[in-house]
């Protein structure tokens, strides 16, 4: 139980934050993909779902204030309102599918994205679609609905189109912001989140923004071509960690 976490493993969930909120603030996402294992190792992977969600919540207030006029006004209505649609969908597809058979499938479906954004030409980006920001919002709320994994979808729409690095780190920040915020509720009603567990996200969250400011100062010295490779790298490693879940599932 977390009102019962010693004090070792509550230093040790606070360093996994802090390492998270770092590559939350170089790329504008990949938090939960970073946080939510390491904290699993000392909390339930129930807890360690809600204090992501928790520690984003939080950390978007912020956010959303001094990250104005940074971010994709546009794109991020789109891809919100699809997010909206597809969340409920993604829950309900949890309940009749396999959990194993899905992390292989997103797996599968990441690296697939990865190869063709790879061997796409930079001539071939292009300015952003709209139809299609609200296409990748549906499909990540789909994929954060049944696996708590709506990154891949919104970083690949992202990696496609011609928007400046700043603007895309921003928009994920913002967008992951209130995936979060729709998660909430269900955690809340499931009973997943409680009061221990909001006085642990409070007790961390000082550390993921600092992890963040510390990550985003690394951002300021990165290219545009910088920037898209470790985008990339962090697709990379979900489709690894999603694929690797599945066939531990299997053995």
Do not use: H
């Not at 996402?29 to 992977?45: C, I, K, R, Y």
């Not at 609905?145 to 970083?155: D, E, L, N, S, T």
């Not at 992951?176 to 221990?196: E, K």
């Amino acid at each position: 139980m977390l009102n019962a976490l010693p004090w070792p493993e509550t230093v040790l969930v606070c360093l996994s934050v802090l390492a998270a909120g770092f590559l939350r603030g170089l790329t504008g996402f990949g938090f939960a993909l970073a946080a939510v294992p390491a904290m699993s190792f000392f909390l339930p992977p129930s807890q360690a779902v809600a204090m992501a969600v928790l520690l984003q919540s939080l950390a978007g207030l912020k956010d959303s204030v001094t990250l104005r006029g940074t971010w994709d006004g546009p794109i991020l209505k789109r891809m919100v309102a699809g997010a909206v649609v597809g969340t409920p969908f993604g829950v309900a597809l949890l309940l009749v599918l396999d959990p194993t058979v899905t992390r292989l499938a997103i797996a599968a479906l990441i690296l697939v994205g990865l190869a063709m954004l790879m061997w796409k030409p930079r001539a071939g980006f292009g300015p952003p679609s709209m139809p299609l920001a609200m296409v990748a919002g549906l499909v990540a709320g789909l994929f954060g609905g049944f696996a708590a994994m709506p990154g891949p979808p919104a970083v690949a729409y992202f990696l496609t189109t011609d928007t400046p690095a700043i603007r895309t780190r921003a928009s994920l920040i913002i967008f992951f912001f209130a995936t979060s915020l729709l998660a909430l509720p269900g955690l809340i009603w499931g009973g997943v989140v409680t009061g221990p567990s909001v006085v642990m996200a409070l007790i961390a969250l000082p550390l993921m923004l600092l992890g963040t400011w510390a990550g985003g100062r690394a951002f300021a010295r990165t290219s545009e071509s910088g920037f898209r490779r470790m985008a990339m790298l962090v697709l990379l490693a979900t489709a690894i960690a999603s694929g690797l879940r599945g066939l531990a599932g299997l053995v």
